[in-house]
């Protein structure tokens, strides 16, 4: 949700900007603009659209941007007011001395702009972020002083943010702060850098620092000094950031999506690295706090989630439900927060989050803990917000993803629901030790699976390109692979724009079956197991009303190829396990009919990565 960026140095800031926005483009890309200092003088440059048309403003007065060694950057996913250049950040006051970004919103800002329009402030913009600007140019008006101004600002301000700003009279300095969106700042040797995510800067630094809430900082370039709210002065926790830059390039791929999806079976092995070490021996999962008693006495747990951490979660509650016993709700963390909830210390309460950003879900668990409940985090960045507040964690070490439809990070949450719900059972002993084995055999082979249903893609492509002008699908599946059913549903929905819904396979005589004619397709996914005969008669129901049937299958029974027009195999795997597997082949059909379709795989429509506001 928007993304920020500055650079203060000895370098020419222009070309950091721009890399750092190319990087940050991930969390929206439907207008950015930096603001530099050229000669004394600040100066906006802003365009609607992707990044590149900044890139080619930029590129007609390249020259002269170049010497400013200071500036301030945007990446816009609009929430107040349409996506235009106006609208982009970064924004001015009257006087035009100051400039400002901004992630987040502003919730006071329509009582801001009045009593600002009142003092004669001019905006230009329908955004909440110009209400700072003006705010910030007066305070300093009144102190003299960046940082104060910054500091008096947020004061006044309601809402979530990560500001960015620089003031023309104030050549050296920049001063960033934050209240419930991320920010960190980056630093180099006689330089310093601020961003919205580690993307944006590991290409310059690995030293860096996360400003916590109502931090504020103020850098020039060669120094740095923190304080609080209230004007002390704090002192910074610099860390090493354990990204490489290698993790943003597509590896000859054509999209992030492609090379994500591909990456899976590394990153099973990843996730399982050091936590599952031979089939015989217990889970090791360090930070997991909860000693044995704590686990022995929990009662109840709830996952709260969103999009596709949602539907991982989702595949946790059943195996957990299964080889622990313990009854698990799973919730989207947009409808807990608006509710009362029931839990005490005998709850854990699990949130799921890749970007461990995402700000529903941050205020559910805050929420969760603030009501006595241990919170464990499920995320691929142990350094989120999340994280940071989290009781424990299970780090799931997918890497960087970089594309906005979650693939391989969803894969590591599943993984990771699967290591956490073995290692609870082993405390418990819910589970006899032969089955949790089982499955620990099943999940050492999964890799090799994963690449041998990766190797069968042309099947894959197959179908896509003949159901490709479908306008909608329906997905069925039953048990486990329902959460299947629906993140085969959002993938597609997500990059291609196709109506796609996901039905648990019996729910479909109750009301969907009516939709269903000889233009609509019907994905079953039909794994070897418990629910397999109901899904073949469910299908069956479907091809009754004409439907077009595709299956997802690990079974090798030629009688399939009667009912189904395409069928997708993959290798037989314990149906346990078989969420882990099926999802691989969805990931794809999305990917290839969005590759026909001709539809921009890595930023889909309206969408962005990484969603920071409510
Ligand atoms: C879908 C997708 C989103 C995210 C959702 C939650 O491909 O990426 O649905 O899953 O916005 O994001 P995180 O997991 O970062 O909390």
């Not at 440059?45 to 950057?73: C, F, M, P, V």
């Not at 945007?74 to 992630?103: E, L, Q």
């Not at 346990?576 to 691989?584: E, G, K, Q, R």
């Amino acid at each position: 949700m928007c993304g920020i960026v500055g650079y203060i140095g000895e370098k020419s800031a222009l070309g950091i900007l721009l890399d750092g926005l190319t990087n940050l483009e991930y969390r929206g890309y439907d207008s950015a603009g930096i603001a530099v200092n050229v000669e004394g003088k600040v100066e906006l440059y802003k365009a609607e659209g992707k990044l590149q048309n900044l890139k080619d403003l930029t590129n007609e007065k390249r020259e002269h941007i170049l010497k400013s060694t200071i500036g301030i950057g945007h990446i816009r996913w609009a929430t107040h007011g349409s996506p235009t250049a106006v609208n982009a950040h970064p924004h001015s006051c009257n006087c035009g001395r100051v400039a400002i970004v901004h992630n987040g919103i502003i919730e006071n800002y329509k009582e801001l702009r009045a009593k600002l329009e009142k003092q004669g402030c001019t905006f230009r913009s329908q955004t909440d972020t110009e209400t700072v600007a003006h705010l910030v140019a007066s305070k300093y008006a009144q102190t003299n002083n960046l940082t104060e101004a910054v500091r008096l600002a947020t004061k006044e301000i309601e809402g979530a943010y990560a500001l960015a700003v620089i003031h023309q009279d104030v050549k050296n300095t920049i001063v960033a702060t934050r209240r419930n969106a991320p920010l960190l700042v980056g630093i180099g040797e006689g330089e310093y850098y601020v961003a919205s995510d580690v993307p944006a800067i590991i290409k310059y630094t690995k030293r860096a620092m996360y400003l916590d809430d109502n931090q504020i900082v103020t850098l020039t370039s060669n120094s740095m000094k923190l304080i609080d709210s209230d004007n002390n002065e704090l002192v910074p926790k610099i860390e090493t950031l354990p990204w490489e830059p290698v993790a943003l390039s597509k590896m000859g791929y054509k999209h992030f999506m492609l090379k994500e999806i591909h990456e899976q079976p590394d990153v099973v092995r990843n996730v399982l690295s050091g936590k599952l070490r031979a089939s015989n021996e217990n889970i090791v999962l360090n930070e997991v706090k909860l000693d044995k008693e704590a686990l022995k006495t929990l009662n109840r747990i709830q996952i709260v989630a969103c999009g596709t951490s949602l539907h991982a979660a989702m595949v946790g509650k059943y195996i957990i439900e299964d080889l622990c016993g313990i009854p698990v709700d799973v919730e989207p963390s947009s409808e807990y927060i608006y509710r009362k909830t029931v839990g005490d210390k005998n709850t854990l309460v699990i949130g799921v989050s890749q970007s461990g950003e995402t700000a529903d879900t941050i205020t559910a668990v805050r929420q969760a803990k603030s009501r006595g409940s241990h919170v464990l985090i499920v995320t691929n960045r142990p350094d989120s917000t999340m994280a940071r507040e989290a009781d424990s964690l299970v780090p799931v070490s997918a890497g960087i993803e970089v594309s906005v439809a979650a693939t391989k990070s969803y894969m590591a949450q599943v993984i990771s629901f699967y290591l956490l719900a073995i290692h609870i059972a082993e405390i418990k002993e819910s589970a006899s030790r032969s089955e949790l084995e089982k499955i620990k055999r099943e999940l050492i082979l999964l890799p090799q699976k994963l690449e041998k249903t990766l190797s069968h893609k042309d099947e894959v492509k197959t179908c896509a390109k003949k159901f490709a002008n479908s306008k909608d699908f329906i997905f069925i599946a039953r048990g486990i692979n329902f959460p299947t059913a629906l993140e085969g549903a959002l993938k597609l929905k997500e990059i291609s724009y196709i109506n796609a819904t996901g039905y648990t396979a019996g729910e479909l005589k109750h009301g969907p079956i009516a939709m269903l004619d000889e233009s609509m397709p019907v994905l079953s996914i039909l794994m070897k197991g418990k629910v397999y005969d109901k899904i073949l008669s469910n299908s069956e129901e479907a091809k009754a009303r004409n439907a077009r049937m595709i299956a997802l299958t690990d079974s090798d029974d030629t009688k399939l190829d009667e009912l189904f027009e395409c069928i997708i195999r993959i290798p037989e795997v314990d149906e346990m396990l078989s969420p882990a597997l099926a999802i691989v082949s969805l990931q794809l059909l999305a990917y290839y009919i969005a590759e026909f379709l001709g539809k921009d795989v890595d930023q889909p429509r309206n969408l962005a990565k990484s969603v920071t506001v409510e």
